[in-house]
T-cell receptor
């Protein structure tokens, strides 16, 4: 089974801090994604990556950056955390296939609170 | 731009009954996939069922089945013989060749004992 591991289940940080959320997958997937999940808004894509050192902006990239130095690891960075970034963050991965029929595999999520 | 709409924020069903969750989408593409994901409380999101747009036959996975109406751009999920473990947030999702998935806002399903 595919395993997507997010480094923290719960995280509390202060306004202005630089925050790192880490995600590791063990199935050699090319694609990795970061979403935030808020009640009533569903999942919104922050950034995604097709390959090492490649990144693409999603729908809500403002205030975030990402890093993908190794294929299995995709990090989300909050450069200067703000209270409106309090949310559940989900990491996902999927293989790159010509038929694009493969689902995304999700981590358990990180519930981040910014005080 | 593609969109996915789930018009029911919350639903409830009696245990052992059947429930249908609605999903509509908008796209100009002809080749795509549709998914239903389940997110139990405080647990990982998992795939429930997927449907290929070029297949007319509706996908089925045990108690879960879909009603895919391509012309109407509708993709509903039917859960038969509902069980307490089916209580979760359900997300409808659309994917095409650019590898991004677009999610609906979700439907929270409650199972009444």
């Amino acid at each position: 089974d595919v395993k997507v591991t997010q480094s923290s289940r719960y995280l509390v940080k202060r306004t202005g801090e630089k925050v790192f959320l880490e995600c590791v997958q063990d199935m050699d997937h090319e694609n990795m994604f970061w979403y935030r999940q808020d009640p009533g808004l569903g999942l919104r894509l922050i950034y995604f990556s097709y390959d090492v050192k490649m990144k693409e902006k999603g729908d809500i990239p403002e205030g975030y950056s990402v890093s993908r130095e190794k294929k299995e690891r995709f990090s989300l960075i909050l450069e200067s955390a703000s209270t409106n970034q309090t949310s559940m963050y989900l990491c996902a991965s999927s293989p790159l296939t010509p038929t694009f029929n493969q689902p995304q595999h999700f981590g358990d999520g990180t519930r981040l609170s910014i005080l | 731009a593609q969109t996915v709409t789930q018009s029911q924020p919350e639903m409830s069903v009696q245990e052992a009954e059947t429930v249908t969750l609605s999903c509509t989408y908008d796209t100009s593409e002809s080749d795509y996939y549709l998914f239903w994901y389940k997110q139990p409380p405080s647990r990982q999101m998992i795939l429930v069922i997927r449907q290929e747009a070029y297949k007319q036959q509706n996908a089925t996975e045990n108690r879960f089945s879909v009603n895919f109406q391509k012309a109407a751009k509708s993709f509903s999920l039917k859960i038969s013989d509902s069980q307490l473990g089916d209580a979760a947030m359900y997300f409808c999702a659309y994917r095409n060749r650019d590898d991004k998935i677009i999610f609906g806002k979700g439907t929270r399903l409650h199972i009444l004992p």
